[in-house]
């Protein structure tokens, strides 16, 4: 699976050209395209990046590509990440990892972005991994009660869990804030979850990603496959 993910990332790299200002995603995927990066860098090309978590940020470092913020730069060219789930609108589940917010405003800020996973990611409905909800402490009750009625208006249900990390304590997200996973199922209208849940006050972001991925790199046993956005 590891060598899969390489292969994707190895793909989206053709797609980076010299002078180029870049989203570096978060996880196992995105991993492998920060580390052949950096060998590019090494190599002689110039470009900068924008780190989505301090995981990426830390490894971006250590492979000497230089770094930016959304505060020095005004849009980026281009953002790679991977994800969870994917279905054939190339929408998404992300924030597997928990870098969800970080990765959402980079990829927004960004012309265009590739999205590069094994090709068991890819699904025909959202929602077999749990959704991602990242969430303010305060009022967590009263904000998973809203979720449940988000869940209902858009035709689903499902337990709903807040994020423990490795150590049995909360997970806190670079943000500062926690995360709750929702285990749907099947969300048959992921464009109508989105928005129901962007409306709830103590929700900071959710793990949707729509209309925001423009090409996703597949790689499977049979090859690289690569989808563009209708
Ligand atoms: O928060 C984490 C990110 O959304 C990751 O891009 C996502 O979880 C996929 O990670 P991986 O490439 O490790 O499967």
């Known amino acids: 699976m590891d060598g899969l993910k390489r292969q994707a990332a190895a793909q989206a790299l053709e797609h ?34 924008v780190p989505t978590s301090e ?4 490894q971006a470092e250590a492979c000497k590509i230089p770094l930016t913020t959304l505060d020095e730069v005004d849009r980026l060219d281009l953002t ?13 589940i992300k ?15 960004s012309d265009r972005m590739i999205v590069i996973a094994d090709d068991t990611k890819w ?29 209902a208006q858009s035709g689903v249900s499902g337990q709903m869990g807040l994020r423990k990390g490795k150590d049995g304590h909360v997970f806190v997200t670079d ?6 996973d929702a285990h749907l199922g099947r969300i048959a209208d992921a464009p109508r979850l989105a928005g129901l849940l962007s409306l709830i006050p ?26 563009e956005r209708r």
């Open 123 to 151: 699904v025909d409905v959202l929602g077999r991994f749990p959704l991602p909800v990242e969430v303010i402490p305060f009022g967590l009750a009263a904000t998973q009660r809203a979720m449940a009625d988000a869940f």
């Open 95 to 109: 924030g597997g990892g928990g870098a969800l917010l970080r990765e959402k405003i980079v990829a927004a800020a």
């Open 55 to 58: 995981a990426t940020r830390a």
């Open 16 to 49: 980076v050209q010299d002078g180029m200002k870049l989203g570096l995603g978060t996880g196992s995927t995105a991993k492998h395209f920060v580390d052949l990066l950096g060998q590019r860098v090494a190599g002689g090309l110039r470009v900068v990046g």
């Open 80 to 92: 790679v990440d991977g994800a969870d789930e994917l279905d054939s609108a190339l929408n998404l």
């Open 175 to 180: 943000g500062g804030h926690w995360i709750v």
């Open 202 to 227: 103590g929700v900071v972001e959710h793990g949707l990603f729509i209309g925001l991925a423009s090409i996703a790199v597949l790689a499977g046993a049979q090859g690289i496959r690569v989808v």
